[in-house]
């Protein structure tokens, strides 16, 4: 089965302007993540969708950040505007509707900011 | 809330010696625990999962780690460490019945030849 796919690899943009992700999850898996690694530390989770609901965004910075997954298949993650702290690698991950079952991840984003 | 407690940032070994990676969970109720592996450039994979059936839970690359209700711990632990082992290793817990995966900080394992 094809594993979750994200574009683009690696994105470079000045303070100030916009970027989006886009992820591709795996075939029928209901739930959706987005989450934000900086360098030496664990993924922080951003949002969480089911489905083409939100679940969880409590640690999103909804002044800059903004996330859809419309037709709760494909998910797009934005921000506008960046700033230099926002450089990090932006996983998105899928997992099926089980509770309890792991989350497969795509090869991630990384973003730097100038 | 859920969270986990990763011991040591960086881990070095030697090649061939025994690998221990630690982690310590905290959850009102039985979790499910991961363990997963990032290697540079990559996305995260996983090693092994323990879903409340055996303790002890065996994963891909000669990994396991057993689940320890009495220390709320789960580490990982390989006998010989390989040259390839060297990678950034994720502890992850996730609530009976939640959908949210929550990371611990992640310990680097060092191999030498």
């Known amino acids: 089965e094809a594993g979750v796919a994200q574009s683009p690899r690696y994105k470079i943009i000045e303070k100030r302007q916009s970027v989006a992700f886009w992820c591709n999850p795996i075939s029928g898996h209901a739930t959706l993540y987005w989450y934000q690694q900086i360098l030496g530390q664990g993924p922080k989770l951003l949002i969480q969708?089911?489905?083409?609901?939100?679940?969880?965004d409590s640690q999103l910075p909804k002044d800059r950040f903004s996330a859809e997954r419309l037709k709760g298949v494909d998910s797009t993650l934005k921000i506008q505007p960046a700033k230099l702290e926002d450089s990090a690698v932006y996983l998105c991950?899928?997992?099926?509707?089980?509770?309890?079952?792991?989350?497969?991840f795509g090869q991630g984003t990384r973003l730097t900011v100038v | 809330a859920q969270s986990v407690t990763q011991l040591g940032s960086h881990v070095s070994v030697s090649e061939g010696a025994l690998v221990l990676l630690r982690c310590n969970y905290s959850?009102?109720?039985?979790?499910?625990l991961f363990w997963y592996v990032q290697y540079p450039n990559q996305g995260l994979q996983l090693l092994l999962k323990?879903?409340?059936?055996?303790?002890l839970v065996k994963g891909i690359n000669g990994f396991e780690a057993e689940f320890k209700k009495s220390e709320t711990s789960f580490h990982l632990t390989k006998p010989s460490a390989h040259m390839s082992d060297a990678a950034e290793y994720f502890c992850a817990v996730i609530n009976t019945g939640g959908f949210k995966t929550i990371f611990g900080a992640g310990t680097r394992l060092f191999v030498k030849a």
């Open positions: 323990y879903t409340s059936a055996a303790t």
């Open positions: 959850s009102s109720v039985p979790p499910y």
């Open positions: 991950a899928s997992s099926s509707i089980r509770g309890g079952t792991e989350a497969f």
């Open positions: 969708f089911q489905n083409n609901g939100v679940v969880d």
